[in-house]
């Protein structure tokens, strides 16, 4: 049974940061790809950043470039998302999601969330102004 387990959401100040990691379990993690998404209180869910099975191809949305980082520890099962400099519009639910995948990089679709097979069910990230 695939389960993914978002952990390290919380209340932080604007300009502080958070490290969110994504656990995985029941899958061949390095035969997949990672992305990070987010919705916000009556929005869509929007990507937020993505990284291929390898690492070697990674991702970011226009609104967290520079401010995020996405990484992967394939030994470990997890997928991480360091941000920094956070903003009162990065309060969100985030979630994980893994897509199994042959190639060594990210589908063109990697933003879609159609695109990824398997979600976990969210970690809160409030940032207060």
């Known amino acids: 049974q695939v389960q993914l387990v978002e952990s390290g959401g919380g209340l932080v100040q604007a300009g502080g940061s958070l490290r969110l990691a994504c656990t995985a379990s029941g899958l061949t993690f390095s035969s997949h790809a990672v992305g990070w998404f987010r919705q916000a209180p009556g929005q869509e869910r929007s990507f937020v950043a993505a990284i291929s099975r390898t690492g070697r191809t990674i991702r970011y949305a226009d609104p967290v470039k520079g401010r995020f980082t996405i990484a992967r520890d394939n030994v470990k099962n997890m997928v991480h998302l360091e941000m920094i400099s956070l903003k009162p519009e990065d309060t969100a639910v985030y979630y994980c999601?893994?897509?199994?995948?042959?190639?060594?990089?990210?589908?063109?679709?990697?933003?879609?969330?159609?695109?990824?097979?398997?979600w976990g069910r969210g970690t809160q990230v409030t940032v207060s102004s």
């Open positions: 999601g893994t897509a199994g995948t042959d190639s060594y990089y990210l589908g063109s679709d990697y933003y879609k969330d159609d695109y990824y097979d398997y």
